[in-house]
């Protein structure tokens, strides 16, 4: 979500020229790869590992996926509206090297509610609350219209936090200590290096209006906590099926 250059808030829905949510709705790489791999069954290319991989995008099949199971194990989980995200299957479709840090600009529930809404557009994977709460909406595999670029949305996982860009307070200890704690378990499940260019801010995204998580958001106190969480021991491990 976050502040936009001009008034109002909330995620970015569409792609950096505007239009439907994350450009969604167009055949993307996936739906070519499968194509790709139905035509080949007929002449024995494809292998059968391949085959193995990608039999659940054929038409009529749906990868198994167990409600309520989450990605952090800290996490509670919070389904977002279908509207406000696309399936995949992160990382083997789209790999995932990005972080990106936003701010709701509003209170944890009413981002939830956001998020929840399909005529939002818009949601992030996580949401981190100024007491420290991890709510999950989104599975990581899948895609969450969060940064407002296709590309960024499909190599990026999103955490929303709690709070205005304009106030400095919102951004609490238990707040960073918590989002320290998700980054640190989502860098080492993608092995995403640690630094500014991976873990970076909606503002920093090519094409948004946002700007978001604002100019008192403290990058190396951030950081030094994502570092630090992550040789502390298990941050979180994956819970999805």
């Known amino acids: ?96 090297d990005m972080v990106v840090v936003h701010v709701t600009q509003g209170s944890f529930d009413s981002a939830v509610r956001a998020f929840q809404d399909p005529g939002h557009k818009a949601s992030a994977h996580y949401i981190v609350g100024q007491d420290g709460r991890v709510t999950q909406m989104i599975r990581e595999l899948d895609v969450a219209y969060h940064a407002g670029n296709r590309d960024y949305n499909e190599r990026s996982v999103g955490i929303e936090h709690e709070g205005f860009v304009d106030r400095p307070q919102d951004f609490t200890d238990a707040m960073y200590a918590a989002s320290a704690r998700l980054t640190a378990g989502i860098c080492a499940r ?7 260019k991976h873990v970076l801010g909606h503002v920093e995204v090519p094409g948004t209006d946002h700007t978001d998580p604002g100019p008192h958001w403290d990058w190396d106190r951030y950081l030094e906590l994502v570092r630090r969480a992550a040789t502390s021991g298990p941050a979180g491990g994956r819970g999805a099926a």
């Open 190 to 196: 993608y092995g995403i290096p640690v630094d500014r």
């Open 1 to 96: 979500m976050g502040a936009k250059q001009g008034s109002g808030s909330g995620s970015t829905p569409g792609g950096p020229g505007g239009g439907s949510a994350d450009g969604d709705r167009r055949i993307g790489r996936r739906a070519l790869i499968v194509g790709g791999a139905a035509a080949a069954v007929g002449t024995g290319v494809l292998a059968r590992d391949e085959l193995s991989r990608l039999w659940w995008r054929m038409p009529g099949v749906e990868r198994h996926r167990e409600d309520g199971v989450v990605d952090y194990e800290g996490a509670r989980w919070v389904a977002a509206s279908d509207a406000n995200w696309r399936r995949a299957d992160r990382p083997d479709d789209f790999g995932i």
